[in-house]
C-alpha cells in the first residue's frame, strides 16, 4: 500500500480528502489486527514504560510515548509521581479487555503494584505513527 501522507500540504492532483482517506486506512493496519498480535505488539511496550517507572529511568518510561504524552511526562513530572512515600513498584499486570477505536486501541489490565495487594486498573491508548506503535494515554488507579 502506498503512503500519501507527505502529499496533504503539496501541489498534487489528488484532493486531500482522498489523501486523508488513504491516511486513515493506513493508520487503520494496526487497529484491524487480530487481538493476539497486538497484544504481542503492545505488551513489551507497556512492560518497558512500567520498567522506566520502576528503575527512575524517564528516557526508558517515556521511550513508547507520543510527543503529546512526552509534553505531559516531563522529567520533573515523571520525579513527582515516584517521589511519593512509599515508594510503589509496578509488579503484575493481567490483560482484561481490548477495546478497538477509528484509529486507536484501548486496552485495560488489571495491575498489581508492591505495595498493597489491591487490584488497580492500567488503562492505555495505543496509536500508530509513522508504521509505529506509540502510548498516546497511559493510567494506573
Not at 56 to 65: E, G, Q, S, V
Not at 67 to 86: A, D, G, Y
Not at 94 to 100: A, D, G, M, T, V
Request: proline letters at 3%; a neutral charge.
Amino acid at each position: 500500500m502506498e503512503k500519501k501522507i507527505d502529499r496533504i500540504n503539496s501541489n498534487c492532483s489528488v484532493p486531500n480528502e482522498l489523501i486523508f482517506y488513504q491516511q486513515k486506512e493506513f493508520s487503520m493496519i494496526f487497529v484491524e489486527r487480530e487481538e493476539d498480535e497486538i497484544l504481542r505488539v503492545v505488551e513489551p511496550i507497556m512492560d518497558n514504560c512500567l520498567n522506566g517507572s520502576n528503575e527512575d529511568n524517564h528516557a526508558k518510561h517515556t521511550r513508547d510515548f507520543t510527543e503529546r504524552m512526552r509534553k505531559i511526562v516531563t522529567p520533573e513530572n515523571l520525579r513527582l509521581q515516584l517521589s511519593k512515600k512509599p515508594r510503589v513498584f509496578f509488579t503484575e499486570r493481567k490483560f482484561i479487555k481490548l477495546f478497538r477505536r477509528q484509529d486507536s486501541i484501548g486496552i485495560i489490565w488489571k495491575q498489581f503494584i508492591s505495595t498493597s495487594n489491591d487490584e488497580l486498573m492500567n488503562q492505555a491508548i495505543f496509536v500508530e505513527r509513522n508504521e509505529q506503535i506509540f502510548i498516546d494515554h497511559c493510567m494506573i488507579c
